[in-house]
């Protein structure tokens, strides 16, 4: 077996709108295609010898056991494959569930699709569970020593991409509050929300985090220095910089003493209650390993209890106390012995990775040991505590326990004060007492640090106490009540029309004076600029988008390609229009029939906001039916070509929205409220009212704006000033005059897009018809074969060139493929092949006579206009 590819999913996508990390394996079965499990000698016992905790995989069963019993009667091998991808990432401590297994139209390939938690991972895992699968169907098992190695490497994965407890915790709270987010390119920068209305974040600094409140934070003697200035309880201290100052340092305060690094972070290179000069040596020595600056702090120590304070937006939210690394004794165990069972809590884990640390025994901690007279093969008392380390930071192996409903009044006054003086707007107060339930200066306590991005495991699972759910103080500080969380989001899918709809909604929305943020074929647009240019219709493009602190609005036009490769780019959208589902990009991805292609547009309105509305064509059966899957929970509309649709009609009829086209008017019905909204032929993009299909874009758009609150009166100014212009919409329906002839420049490139040209060109032209047709290679033979049948009902004369990437065919071959159906439909009609594309331009302009329209469907736009710009050749 091998796998032909991998894809990932991240957002909501074909296979699931609401499980949006997945990955999907296009896997070739080869010899293994229709050999099922039950088939493969030793195959079952060697899978449940390795894992056997896929006991716990229900499958389709639906009950403990039922994947397994799956594989005793006999499944095939993408399917156990799915199974066993998933079991091995949640082996290595992400636990997933959601998969499937499903066969193409290529014999032996199969999409295998599983849910990822973080991307590196899952891609991991697709290839290790191959690599398992097939061991055992060679030699009837998988080396221990090769799943050790497995999930070590995915447990490193999972630990170099984890965004770490304090940020997951916000972004759930956040995901609870239905806000979306965005993890950045710049690593650990987290968004939040969208467009204008984003917020960042990384861990517990957010974007509103002051700089300067940051960088004073990290200086512990400048923060120390504004902390006494303001009469708030500090410790005596010194800055010292080379060892020499370290003895005069020592007679200015006194033993005990605290020496640490002078801009340290996590408790690295501290050493507290030094009380000889020995021991205040090694501990400079220490803390000028971990200082940045060379600087190293002198402080007098205080005797008391280590407390955590956590002030979020000048709130004090969540007090913790936190205990130094430790075991107790039972009598019997060595120290080190105590340590190995105390990291054997399923809650420990390497670095910030889990809710505490595991404990690591250095040469620091051996000389705390020593300090108590112990070394690690020590065997304590019953009940006895060792202390490991000398600072009670998690990041080190210390525990917390939550005191928020004990700390005083005054207390509380003091750890606010302190993180206004600063400057922080999520600080984590450090403060040494022997109790926080009473005033510090009662008690001799003082404030020893004030913390930028303090963790928050402490206060969200203390080791003891009540947790506290300290995320949503602060996402009520990024979004307090009043303000909005995200901008409307109005995505267009479809087969045809896609592009001008999307620009017309943009133009709509720029009348009302905000900031549209847009994506098409032709280019990504911000306002009136040009942000990116190509085709831009995938996730990454509507990212820029999204991303974007300017935009206020934003409309994506959102093709195919891009959902199946890689879902959308938004969790959701307010608005979600289908313009229409017909014959192109069949075969492609495994889509094959309308149907499938129904499924895929299909995920935008699914995608829908419940309190949103989809715009859906009334006129395309397929796109109708949408509205009745109890996958769409949004409100549905419809726009309709025709007045008197039945589906328009009983819509109406239960008080629904909709726009139709009515003698030569677009209307809104809205129960028995009729409002006529503009008139066709003063709409350009219409050409008159000679475009049927632009009027129907001009439907769907005006309903989209409409819904989103958009006035009448913008919506008309904005219909009779969107003009199917080179400018506005190039390459859609650009009507071009050449003296004594029009040229016609279009996009049509499929059946439906060649009968809706056909309609227009019927409606309009007088004189001669010249074609210059083409299509995208990677279009079934019969969809080519189409496209000649309808040229020659069409046009009076065609000229058949093709595009510069023909996506796979031999040159001449989609050439030969529309021939082929001009010649079925008219054996005589008069057509040539000029496969170059300037070429067959410059002919088709020789060939014009008075009156004629010359209708081009390009492969690049740009390149047609430049040379419709220059003089006509004489034919040489």
């Known amino acids: 077996m091998k796998i032909i590819k991998l894809q990932t999913l991240r957002g909501p996508n074909y296979w699931s709108i609401h499980r949006h990390k997945l990955i999907e394996m296009w896997l070739d079965l080869e010899e293994m295609n229709e050999v099922y499990s039950n088939e493969v000698p030793e195959f079952y016992e060697g899978l449940v010898e390795i894992l056997p905790s896929l006991e716990e995989h229900f499958c389709s069963p639906g009950h403990r056991g039922g994947f397994l019993k799956r594989v005793k009667q006999g499944t095939l091998m993408g399917h156990v494959i799915e199974h066993v991808a998933l079991e091995l990432q949640t082996l290595a401590g992400m636990r997933v569930k959601f998969g499937r297994a499903r066969s193409t139209s290529q014999t032996g390939i199969y999409r295998v699709i599983f849910e990822y938690r973080h991307e590196v991972a899952g891609r991991y895992a697709a290839k290790a569970a191959l690599r398992l699968v097939e061991n055992i169907i060679d030699r009837g098992y998988y080396p221990h ?126 050493t507290l209650n030094i009380n000889s000069w020995r021991d205040a040596e090694d501990a400079y020595d220490l803390a000028k390993s971990e200082s ?216 709509i929305f720029r009348q009302t004076k905000k900031t549209v943020g847009y994506t098409t074929t032709d280019g990504t647009y911000i306002g009136e600029f040009l942000a990116e240019p190509g085709d831009n219709t995938g996730p990454q493009s509507a990212q820029l988008i999204l991303q974007d602190p300017s935009v206020e609005i934003a409309v994506l036009e959102t093709a195919r390609g891009g959902i199946l490769r890689s879902g959308l780019a938004f969790s959701h959208c307010d608005v979600g229009v289908v313009l229409n589902v017909s014959e192109d990009h069949l075969g492609l991805h495994n889509i094959n029939t309308l149907e499938d292609m129904a499924h895929v547009k299909s995920v935008i309105a699914e995608a829908t906001n419940p309190d949103g509305f989809v715009v859906l064509n009334a006129d395309d059966p397929l796109v109708a039916a949408m509205a ?103 390459g859609r329906m650009n009507l071009i005059n050449r003296d004594n002839f029009h040229v016609l420049l279009d996009y049509a490139h499929n059946p439906a897009g060649y009968q809706a040209l056909g309609q227009f060109v019927e409606n309009w032209s007088t004189g001669k018809r010249i074609g210059v047709i083409g299509a995208p290679g990677d279009r079934r033979d019969q969809d080519l074969h189409k496209l000649g049948v309808l040229a020659a009902q069409i046009f009076d004369q065609v000229i058949i060139k093709e595009d510069a990437d023909n996506r796979g065919r031999k040159y001449g071959e989609v050439a030969a493929l529309i021939a082929e159906g001009i010649s079925q439909t008219n054996p005589d009609f008069p057509y040539e092949i000029i496969l170059n594309e300037q070429i067959a331009i410059e002919t088709a302009l020789i060939k014009a006579t008075e009156h004629s329209l010359v209708v081009i469907l390009p492969d690049k736009v740009d390149r047609a206009l430049d040379l419709l710009k220059q003089p006509i050749l004489v034919n040489q």
């Open 145 to 270: 020593k090769e799943l050790k190695l497995d999930l070590e490497d995915l447990r490193k994965l999972k630990a170099e991409t984890s965004l770490g407890l304090t940020t997951e915790s916000i972004l759930k709270e956040a995901e609870a509050r239905k806000i979306p987010w965005t993890e950045l390119p710049a690593r650990g920068i987290v968004q939040l929300g969208y467009g204008i209305h984003q917020r960042r974040i990384v861990a517990a600094q957010t974007c509103n985090t002051s700089l300067l409140g940051t960088e004073l934070a990290c200086d512990k003697e400048g923060t120390i220095t504004m902390l006494r200035e303001a009469n708030l309880p500090v410790p005596k201290g010194t800055v010292i910089y080379r060892f020499r100052q370290l003895e005069n340092a020592i007679a200015e305060i006194g033993f005990p003493i605290v020496i640490k690094p002078l801009d340290g972070n996590h408790g690295r290179g501290i």
């Open 292 to 507: 940045k600056s060379g600087g190293v702090l002198v402080e007098r120590y205080y005797r008391g209890r280590d407390f955590r304070v956590l002030v979020v937006n000048g709130k004090v939210v969540a007090v913790a106390e936190r205990v130094p690394a430790h075991v107790i004794g039972d009598g019997k165990s060595t120290i080190a012995e105590l340590v190995a069972k105390v990291n054997q809590d399923p809650r420990r884990g390497d670095g910030h990775e889990n809710v505490l640390t595991r404990i690591t025994i250095d040469e620091h901690s051996e000389q705390l040991l020593a300090q108590q007279k112990l070394t690690v093969n020590s065997i304590p008392e019953k009940g006895e505590i060792c202390y490991l380390k000398a600072t009670a930071n998690l990041s080190t192996g210390g525990t917390a326990s939550d005191r928020t409903t004990e700390i005083h009044p005054q207390n509380i006054w003091i750890a606010q004060r302190a993180a206004r003086i600063i400057g922080l707007d999520i600080a984590g107060i450090d403060i040494t007492s022997p109790e926080i339930s009473r005033p510090l200066t009662e008690v001799d306590g003082v404030i020893v640090e004030v913390n930028a991005a303090p963790g928050l495991r402490m206060h969200l699972q203390p080791s003891e106490g009540t947790p506290r759910n300290v995320a949503a103080p602060i996402l009520d500080m990024l979004y307090p009540p009043d303000r909005p969380q995200q901008i409307p989001i109005i995505a267009v899918t479809g087969t045809n029309g896609k592009t001008t709809t999307t620009r017309l909604i943009a133009h």
């Open 628 to 730: 009745k899957s109890d996958r769409v929970k949004a409100q549905v509309t419809y726009f309709s070509m025709d007045r008197w649709n039945p589906i328009i009609w009983e819509h109406i009829q239960n008080g629904g929205v909709a726009a139709v086209y009515d003698d030569g008017y677009i209307i809104f019905l809205s129960g028995e409220d009729v409002i006529q909204v503009e008139q066709a032929v003063n709409i350009p993009l219409t050409l008159g009212g000679k475009a049927p299909f632009m009027i129907a874009n001009a439907l769907a758009a005006s309903l989209a704006a409409y819904v989103q609150g958009v006035s009448l009166e913008n919506i008309s100014t904005a219909l009779r000033t969107f003009r199917a212009s080179v400018e506005q919409t190039p």
